[in-house]
C-alpha cells in the first residue's frame, strides 16, 4: 500500500519560516521523482518544486525560486520542501506527488498524491 504522507504545515507571519516533510513507503522510493504541488481556495493546484531520484536535479516555479528549497533522504524516504521568505500568497494546501515519468508540472501526470498540509502565512 503505497502511502504518502505530509507534515510540518501551520500558521507563521510574512517573512517567516516553516518546513513541509513527505513521508513515503510502499514504493522503491528511489526512483519516484517527487513533487510538491499547492492549492489556494478557488484556485487549481499548482506546481511548486520538484527533485529527481538522486537528488541531483530540481525545479521550481519562479515564484519561489530563491525562497524555497526541495531536498529528499533517500535512506528515511522523505521529501522535504523548506520554504523561507514566506509571503501571504504562498497560503494553500501544499501536496507531496510522485511519479516514475520525471519533472511534471502538470498535476495529473503524478502517480501517487499525499493528503495534504494547510500552510497559512499572516501580513
Known amino acids: 500500500q503505497v502511502q504518502l504522507v505530509e507534515s510540518g504545515g501551520g500558521l507563521v507571519q510574512a517573512g517567516g519560516s516553516l518546513r513541509l516533510s513527505c513521508a513515503v513507503s510502499?514504493?522503491?522510493?528511489?526512483?519516484?521523482?517527487m513533487h510538491w504541488f499547492r492549492q489556494a481556495p478557488g484556485k487549481e493546484r499548482e506546481f511548486v518544486s520538484a527533485?529527481?531520484?538522486?537528488?541531483?536535479?530540481?525545479y521550481y516555479t519562479p515564484s519561489v525560486k530563491g525562497r524555497f528549497t526541495i531536498s529528499r533522504d533517500n535512506t528515511k524516504n522523505t521529501a522535504d520542501l523548506q520554504m523561507d521568505s514566506l509571503k501571504p500568497e504562498d497560503t494553500a494546501v501544499y501536496y507531496c506527488?510522485?511519479?516514475?515519468?520525471?519533472?511534471?508540472?502538470?498535476?495529473?501526470?503524478?502517480?501517487?498524491w499525499g493528503q495534504g498540509t494547510q500552510v497559512t502565512v499572516s501580513s
Open positions: 527533485i529527481r531520484g538522486s537528488g541531483s536535479t530540481t
Open positions: 510502499g514504493l522503491p522510493f528511489r526512483t519516484y521523482v
Open positions: 506527488g510522485c511519479n516514475t515519468k520525471g519533472i511534471m508540472t502538470d498535476p495529473r501526470s503524478q502517480d501517487y
